[in-house]
């Protein structure tokens, strides 16, 4: 039987349930759009020079990017990829891969089962469907420290084996004092000169003091730049949601040595000022309560715990993940130093404490959130503990929740919004007993 139209009878009286009306989506700032067309063009430059038959490379993401700057090399990271996969929900055709055919334990960092499973579709080993097309091209070298973690160092062993590309690698120690040695500069300096040296012979290109010095120039001036940004949060209210700084921080991450991360971070401060003039923010409700957010931000659910937050009135304010890139240095030795004590890599309870427990103070927290990242076992392992004395001496409450940089199944929306709910009990009873005198 074909489908009819049915008309209402004569005299009937036609009723209609009014639809709310579509609440209008906030334009994106210009910064935003800005970053945007960053990330396109960092894709988009590699593919082109992969067709003119240059070489290629990926990268971790604490790694002297001015080495492959100065050269003029496309290199993209493969974490920052990641997460972008796991934000748009993208990710779990590549963990099924990696943990099924590639024969990967799931324990494995997130980040590193994507890659690892997107590496073997560039590789014509798996049959994963590509759902960006195919943006990161097959990598000819690979540019690693081990500043990270030691899982990172075997990823990219791995990747080598599988794709029989070189690792330019840096050897950076784990460093357990509040300061670097002379000795560890000499040490990790020499294999820098080593590095640029090899580097120049596997791609033919050619290092130029003058142009290191002006790519320099840029990447401080960048780093201030991204301090900056960061310290404004500190206004009340705040000028922006906090974590809408995760979304610029690949320009930090993978362009921190370009002009074009200058003049996006220009843009943001420009916006985040304008909105201090105005005493307005982008966050979108009342700031009842400040917290600082520790660990990499939860990926798959972002959008979830941002809802979550804001319909408790909580504003992030200060992150160590975030900062964790304004990272200072005007020379060769200056880059051996800083990279031996990169947050990642100086981070002994002692120094974590101390750092944080200035951000809780600087930026006026009514609270910490932690992130217990299945991906960060090392992190975790001394992260509870440091966050046990940060709330005993900064005297403000802190949470944990279960997670993921990359893999949804390690989260429980519940339980998330549970341990908000009790940390936002404490919080209110700490204000209300201030207000209190």
Avoid at 142 to 162: F, H, P, S
Avoid at 189 to 195: E, F, M, P, S, V
Avoid at 217 to 227: F, H, K, M, P
């Amino acid at each position: 039987m074909s489908e009819a139209t049915v008309a209402p009878a004569a005299g009937a009286v036609q009723t209609q349930t009014a639809q709310p009306a579509a609440k209008p989506k906030r334009p994106k700032p210009k910064s935003m759009l800005m970053i945007g067309e960053q990330t396109n063009a960092l894709f988009e430059n590699a593919r082109l020079a992969k067709e003119r038959g240059e070489k290629v490379g990926w990268s971790a993401s604490i790694f002297p990017q001015e080495i492959a700057e100065t050269l003029g090399l496309n290199v993209l990271y493969p974490e920052n990829h990641a997460a972008g996969i796991a934000a748009r929900h993208q990710a779990d055709p590549f963990l099924q891969e990696c943990e099924g055919p590639l024969g990967y334990n799931n324990d494995l960092c997130a980040y590193a089962k994507v890659n690892l499973a997107y590496a073997s579709v560039l590789n014509g080993e798996s049959e994963v469907e590509l759902p960006d097309g195919g943006k990161m091209v097959k990598p000819d070298f690979l540019l690693l420290t081990n500043n990270i973690c030691n899982q990172l160092t075997k990823w990219y062993e791995n990747l080598a084996y599988q794709l029989n590309i070189p690792v330019f690698f840096i050897d950076t120690c784990y460093n357990p004092w509040d300061y670097v040695t002379e000795t560890r500069v000499r040490y990790v300096r020499a294999q820098i000169d080593q590095l640029i040296q090899d580097l120049c012979a596997f791609t033919g290109k050619t290092w130029d003091e003058d142009r290191f010095r002006e790519v320099m120039t840029i990447s401080q001036r960048n780093s201030d730049l991204w301090e900056e940004a960061n310290g404004l949060l500190d206004h009340k209210p705040a000028p922006i949601g906090g974590f809408e700084l995760f979304n610029y921080m690949s320009a930090m991450v993978c362009n921190r040595g370009k002009p074009s991360t200058t003049a996006i971070l220009e843009q943001l401060i420009a916006e985040m000022q304008e909105h201090i003039r105005q005493g307005t923010s982008t966050f979108p409700a009342e700031q009842e309560y400040r917290v600082s957010w520790d660990g990499i931000a939860c990926w798959p659910y972002l959008s979830h715990n941002l809802r979550t937050l804001k319909k408790y009135g909580i504003n992030m304010v200060a992150s160590s993940y975030g900062k964790a890139w304004a990272i200072q240095y005007d020379d060769l030795d200056g880059m051996a130093r800083a990279y031996c004590f990169a947050s990642t890599n100086g981070d002994n309870a002692t120094t974590m404490l101390s750092r944080r427990l200035e951000a809780l103070n600087r930026f006026d927290c009514d609270g910490t959130i932690y992130h217990v990242n299945r991906s960060c076992k090392v992190m975790d392992c001394q992260m509870m503990e440091v966050q046990r004395q940060l709330s005993q001496q900064a005297g403000v409450p802190f949470t944990s929740f279960d997670g993921d940089q990359a893999d949804y199944r390690n989260f429980s929306e519940a339980q998330f919004e549970t341990r908000i709910q009790g940390l936002v009990e404490v919080m209110k009873q700490n204000k209300e007993a201030k207000q209190g005198g």
